[in-house]
């Protein structure tokens, strides 16, 4: 499962979308703090099935965890070297023009 939550400003889209179980964790490496915010990615609980719909007609990503990034990369909307890892947990974000 994973946690997805839809932003809207001034008209745009960012879909965000964590894995279930890193839902609040702070990553540190280095320089780097990047924590998993429940207000960022904490919207509705939905399937691989769902987030694989979703992520296919996204034209403004953020999306954080092991399984999601191989879901976007088995779908082709990422490559892997678009990807990078903190702490060991991949993170990607893209905005297709």
């Known amino acids: 499962m994973f946690f997805v939550k839809i932003h809207k400003k001034l008209g745009r889209e960012v879909l965000a979308i964590c894995d279930e179980n890193?839902?609040?964790?702070?990553?540190?490496?280095?320089?780097?703090?990047?924590?998993?915010k429940a207000e960022f990615y904490n919207g509705e609980k939905m399937s691989e099935i769902q987030v694989k719909k979703l992520l296919e007609n996204s034209v403004n990503y953020n999306i954080i965890g092991k399984e999601i990034v191989k879901i976007a990369i088995k779908i082709g909307l990422i490559d892997k070297d678009q990807v990078i890892k903190i702490r060991g947990i991949p993170h990607a974000q893209g905005l297709i023009i």
């Open 22 to 36: 890193i839902l609040g964790k702070m990553l540190k490496e280095g320089n780097i703090n990047f924590e998993i």
